[in-house]
Every structure is written in C-alpha cells, then in structure tokens.
C-alpha cells in the first residue's frame, strides 16, 4: 500500500511530493500527461513559495533556472506596438522582493512554471517519490484504511491502494466532481484566450530593456505580451485566431518581418472559483482542483504550493502516529479561507488592475477603499483563523509579520546566512530570546520531537512555531508545552 498518491503531477503535485519527501514520506504521483509540460503557464514565483524552497534545499537550484532580471524593474506597460514602446514610461511591478530584513528569500527574477516543474520534478525522484506520466485516475473508492484507485498507464489498466489521495489533477480533474464537492465563486469571466509560446528575437526591437508585461493595443493584434526567457522565447495571450498566430506577433511587435516561431498554443479561460471543501475522508484537493483565480497577482500557483506545503507536514505526522488524524481536518480549516481571500483580491484586481500595478501612496487608500491589499500582504501577511482586512496593515507586510498565532515565523538572520525561518528546520521549535534560558530543556521529555533554539536579541518573545513555520503558540511556562501540543496535533486524551 502507498502512503500518498498524487494525481496530476504539476507544480501542485511535484510540490506535494517534494515536500513530503523532506519529511520521509515518498508519494506516488500519477500524471495523465505523457511527459513534463513543456509550455509556461505563469511566471511569478512569489516569496513564500521561495522560502519553502529554501526550506527543502531548492532555492539555489530554481534561481539558477530564473531569468536574471536584476537591475531591472520588470513592469508593465502598454503600447500600440512594441515598436513604439517608451519604456520611461514603465509601470514598475508589484511583485518585488522586499529588503533582506523581511525574508531570506531571494529570486533573481521571474521563473518560468516549466522551468520550475523541471527542479521539482528531478528532485521529487532524487528524494524517493515516483512520477509516473502517461498515467490517468480512473476511479477511486474509499473506506476506513485507505483509498483504492485504478488507474490507466502505459502498461493498461491497474489497482493500487493508498492510504490518502491528494488530487492536484486541475480545474477540470476528475476527482472533486467524484467526490460531489461544488464549488462557490463566479465561475468562468469572459471568452477563451489563447496563450501562444513562441520563438522570436524581439531583443531588436526592444534592446536590453526588460519587462513582465507588455500589453498590446493594436486593432488587429489586441493582447498581452508576457517575458518568458527574457531573450527569444515569450508569450502572447489574445482573443484572435490562433491560426494566424505568426502574423498577430508581428503585428503586435511592429515589425512585418520579424521571424516568428510557434511553440505551441493553449487555450485557457480566465475563472473564479472556490471547492465547497477541500477534503471528504482520505481524500485531498489542491491547486486549482480546489480554486483557480484571474492570473493577475500571482496568486493563482502559490496559493497551490502552500496548499501542499501545509498538508505535507500533517499527512507525514498523521502516517508517523505522532498525530491524530483530526489533524488533517485543519487543512481545510486553514486553506479554504486562504484560496477565498487570494480569490477575492484577485477579482478586485481584474476589475481595475491600478490597485495591483501602482504602488503609489495614492493608491494605497483606494485598495483600502474597495478591500483590496498590498500584494506581499495577501502572499505572505496572512493569518489562519484571521481576516486579512483585520490585520494591523494591509499594506505593509512587515507590520503583519509579529509572531501573532497563525501567522508565519517572523524572520530574523540570527548568523552569516542564516533566518530563524531556518531553524525551524520542518519541525516543531521553540524560538526564544537568549535569556530564556527556562525554555532550553522544553522538549526534553516530549514523546513529540521539539527543539529549542535561543536567539541573541530575538523581540518577539518564546514562540512555537509548526513544521511549516507557523506560529502556533506564544508561550510564558514551558510546562504548558505537553497541553498545548496534544490539543495542536489533535491527540487522543490519555
């Protein structure tokens, strides 16, 4: 029998498997696809995301694989045609990483999703799990020891056991509907847009300028331009006919001799919506089987990896029996309100994308005005169990970031190169000021493995942060630890 089994082996599914093979479970990922997908589907990999990289030794390799944008602003603008671009004019973008002093994270630019899955990928097999492309769910049955599922490969048809099932299988994935969960949100907005992947060397026009988005007003070739390598490969999402897709690039480029090669193109349209729940029994959704949100803001992928970034650790103590399995209750408890906030700034910023792209102190009170928040606030500043309007800012992210309850570890570089996030370390820690010298022997006598670490001149007083990095508890009598940790695992009375 397998511990997990993951359907659908994108970000979300590679994600998941990832992340709980840090904490020694090794999944098997069924991905209906016969290979890796090779086309981008989004660009912005936000600052959370790298830190659960970090976390899982990964941040290096994915900034290796990110396009190198230092130095530039990678904004937005709009133009007739890229030909008659002036880039003084550039919108810088909201998705920059804040001063060091916030986060330890760091990305030197936008990487690409296949680009991403590709780091993913190599290392959800270096750490044991199993990708098995060209591989479909079929049908899956539960009861009270597990999952069993058919699934359809390569070889035929075949039945496996499992003892949790987590559909990352997308917005159109078999197992929410097999599961009788709706969903809650307006559903579909508008008409299919096509996203085509092409080659070309717009570096002639353009020169050593940089930029995210480019949206193109041309009547004939009305779309927005996207950076992918920032050198010959881009996209063009539009409305227009895809079979004439070499000469909508060179309209929108201006420039009727420009040679254009199409990679590939896929249809997609832009929705709304929320899964009623996001778990029935041994079974899990994640990514967009459980929301999908207009792309703008980046929400749309990072929610999905901190989706599987919070149920790794839960399924990992639940399988090792150093938790009950009302923990994995929690998941929904905590994420569904998460995907209804990133649903929701993602819909005010469709409706007038100013409250993302200005970041004027003017533009600050009309996000206030109409319930929208600074972009890092809905990444990153959120709480479990807490309004994201409630929080002390809903512009600046470092006001948010106090060691409240529920919020994530604040970040302090304790060493040459080293955060308090990474002393958590995936488990549960204690962090604490050097002169609480009472909280050093917490764990000692724990059957719930608990480490204790003292900071020089750490404010925020003794916090116990989750294996996610996730202030569970502010703590003032380390004797209290046996209490408070039974009810956060969710552990049977004595």
């Known amino acids: 029998m397998h511990d997990v089994l993951i359907a659908g082996g994108g970000t979300v599914g590679l994600s998941a498997a990832v992340f709980l093979a840090h904490h020694g479970v090794h999944a098997?990922?069924?991905?209906?696809?016969?290979?890796?997908?090779?086309?981008?589907?989004?660009?912005?990999?936000g600052m959370r995301t790298v830190e659960f990289l970090r976390e899982v030794g990964l941040a290096d390799a994915v900034d290796a694989v990110a396009i190198d944008a230092m130095g530039a602003s990678l904004g937005k603008i709009s133009v007739k045609t890229l030909t008659e671009a002036d880039f003084t004019s550039m919108t810088p973008s909201a998705q920059v990483y804040p001063a060091p002093a916030l986060t330890p994270a760091r990305l030197r630019g936008t990487c690409p999703q296949n680009r991403l899955d590709g780091v993913l990928l190599a290392a959800a097999r270096e750490r044991g799990a199993t990708v098995s492309?060209?591989?479909e769910l079929v049908s899956f049955e539960q009861d009270a020891e597990g999952v069993t599922v058919v699934l359809n490969g390569p070889e035929g048809e075949w039945t496996a056991r499992t003892r949790y099932l987590v559909a990352a299988d997308g917005v159109r994935g078999a197992v929410r509907p097999a599961l009788g969960v709706g969903v809650s949100?307006?559903?579909?907005?508008?008409?299919?847009?096509?996203?085509?992947?092409?080659?070309?060397?717009?570096?002639r026009i353009i020169g050593d300028t940089a930029f995210a988005v480019c949206d193109i007003t041309h009547p004939d070739a009305r779309g927005t331009l996207v950076t992918i390598d920032g050198d010959k490969e881009w996209v063009f999402h539009t409305g227009s006919d895809p079979a004439r897709a070499a000469d909508l690039i060179r309209t929108a480029a201006g420039d009727p001799g420009l040679e254009v090669e199409i990679v590939s193109v896929l249809p997609w349209r832009v929705r709304a919506q929320v899964a009623d729940r996001f778990s029935v029994g041994r079974v899990f959704l994640a990514g967009d089987a459980a929301h999908v949100v207009p792309p703008l803001g980046a929400f749309g992928l990072n929610t999905g990896v901190a989706d599987a970034h919070n149920l790794a650790w839960k399924l990992a103590?639940?399988?090792?029996?150093?938790?009950?399995?009302?923990?994995?209750?929690?998941?929904?408890?905590?994420?569904?309100?998460?995907?209804?906030?990133?649903?929701?700034?993602?819909?005010?910023?469709?409706?007038?994308?100013?409250?993302?792209?200005?970041r004027s102190p003017a533009m600050a009170a009309e996000r206030a005005k109409v319930g929208a928040v600074n972009a890092l606030?809905?990444?990153?500043?959120?709480?479990?169990?807490?309004?994201?309007?409630?929080?002390?800012?809903?512009?600046?992210?470092?006001?948010?970031?106090?060691?409240?309850?529920?919020?994530r570890v604040p970040h302090m570089w304790v060493a040459d190169g080293v955060s308090s996030l990474d002393l958590v370390e995936s488990r549960f820690t204690v962090l604490a000021g050097a002169q609480d010298t009472a909280w050093e022997a917490a764990g000692a006598d724990l059957s719930t493995p608990l480490s204790t670490r003292l900071i020089d001149g750490w404010p925020y007083g003794p916090l116990l942060v989750r294996p996610d990095g996730i202030v569970a508890w502010r703590g003032t009598t380390p004797g209290d630890l046996p209490e408070v940790l039974s009810r956060l695992l969710r552990l049977p009375a004595a």
């Open 377 to 407: 606030v809905a990444h990153v500043g959120y709480r479990y169990g807490a309004d994201v309007r409630d929080l002390p800012s809903t512009e600046d992210v470092a006001l948010d970031l106090d060691g409240s309850v529920g919020s």
């Open 28 to 45: 098997l990922v069924a991905e209906r696809q016969a290979g890796p997908q090779a086309h981008p589907r989004a660009t912005g990999v």
């Open 317 to 358: 103590y639940v399988l090792r029996g150093e938790a009950g399995p009302a923990l994995l209750g929690t998941y929904d408890e905590e994420r569904r309100p998460v995907a209804a906030m990133t649903m929701e700034q993602a819909l005010l910023r469709l409706r007038d994308p100013r409250l993302h792209w200005d």
């Open 185 to 203: 949100g307006p559903g579909v907005l508008g008409p299919v847009t096509n996203n085509i992947l092409f080659r070309a060397d717009l570096r």
């Open 133 to 135: 492309y060209g591989t």
